[in-house]
């Protein structure tokens, strides 16, 4: 298990892009290389070590009567509430836990303030404003484990938030191989699967006033943080955005979801999430033929399963885009849907330029436009 201290040098850190090359290569800052298998002598130095300190736990009279009072709670003898604290001690690593080397930089982040019970307004030491949701249960355990090192205004529910800074904005347009091909000045990008717009905001940046970004949210009360993002950001001139579904046609479909980032109208494995509503979907040429897009530097598709039946929708824009890029950690019938879109895109006379998987994160990115 990593401690945070060993996080921080076992991160890939992202190469310095020089100014005359628009193609720079990237690392990719949020994997950390898989470690070699423990072997026989590591793995018993663990056990005896975490033993030694259960032991004594159990050797102190007021942590074994908190376990006595959780077994009397849960009706179960003080031998089983033991073992579950110990497999909730391990079901507290992030389930990203190759997202966690990012405490330190958030010095960046000057302030998060309340502006409503679940919601939050996030300020940067370079002028830039944010709104986002309070993290949820499952993403504190990313706090208590980097809390020492992280600056003492960012408490437990706004830790995800002011991280989403780091990760998204900071590093939004160079966090995967495929953004080596992103444009300089004056491109037009698409977010397919925006949240509330933290990449949107970084991909406004860095086309300009002279660009174009147009980011795509399924969900409404995301959408409507990111509207207000790229409002507070003053680039609406050059930002805009679309609430709607991603799909192969024009319907409407059930929208599914665990958590405000995993909205979906896919159904990509055998756990269900959850029904939310029923929404909307449009096809991709449906919506860049609405906002007057002719053509696409760079298409990004992060839409929780559905990027298969987002590329079969593309309709006339196959000839209209130089690079999709598709980022997801979804199968589909056992198979990578990064796979799945290959084919799809090879034989609509596409080239693969990158085709990245850790473990379960797969990058995937072609050019369609070939010169």
């Not at 090192?149 to 989403?164: G, M």
């Amino acid at each position: 298990m990593y401690n945070c201290i060993s996080l921080k040098s076992t991160i890939l850190m992202i190469n310095s892009k020089p100014k005359n090359d628009a193609r720079a290569k990237y690392d990719l800052p949020e994997i950390i290389k898989d470690r070699k298998k423990l072997g026989i002598l590591a793995k018993l130095k663990i056990v005896l070590k975490a033993s030694t300190l259960l032991w004594k736990h159990l050797s102190t009279k007021e942590y074994t009567q908190k376990i006595h009072r959780l077994s009397v709670q849960t009706n179960e003898t003080f031998e089983l509430a033991t073992i579950r604290i110990i497999q909730s001690g391990f079901r507290l690593l992030p389930t990203n836990a190759d997202r966690l080397d990012f405490a330190g930089e958030l010095s960046g982040v000057i302030s998060v303030e309340a502006t409503q019970p679940i919601e939050y307004i996030i300020k940067t030491n370079d002028g830039f404003t944010f709104n986002d949701w309070e993290g949820s249960k499952k993403q504190y355990a990313a706090y208590w484990l980097l809390k020492d090192l992280s600056p003492n205004h960012l408490k437990c529910p706004t830790f995800f938030a002011a991280s989403s800074v780091y990760r998204s904005f900071r590093h939004g347009d160079c966090r995967v191989p495929g953004d080596q091909y992103l444009p300089v000045e004056g491109g037009t990008i698409i977010e397919a699967g925006a949240y509330v717009g933290y990449k949107t905001i970084a991909f406004g940046k860095r086309v300009g006033p002279k660009g174009k970004v147009l980011a795509i949210e399924i969900d409404r009360q995301n959408y409507e943080l990111l509207e207000k993002n790229i409002i507070q950001n003053n680039m609406s001139e050059w930002v805009k955005c679309e609430n709607t579904a991603i799909w192969n046609e024009n319907t409407k479909m059930i929208q599914y979801g665990t958590n405000r980032m995993s909205n979906t109208i896919a159904k990509v494995d055998e756990k269900s999430s959850p029904e939310k509503i029923t929404v909307d979907t449009m096809t991709l040429e449906k919506i860049f033929t609405k906002h007057g897009i002719e053509k696409i530097n760079f298409l990004n598709l992060q839409l929780n399963g559905a990027e298969i039946e987002a590329l079969m929708g593309l309709g006339v824009y196959w000839e209209k885009i130089d690079y999709v890029n598709i980022i997801t950690r979804f199968k589909q019938d056992r198979i990578a849907l990064t796979d799945k879109a290959k084919k799809i895109i090879l034989a609509n006379g596409g080239k693969i330029v990158v085709d990245e998987r850790h473990g379960n994160f797969y990058n995937l990115t072609a050019k369609l436009i070939q010169s």
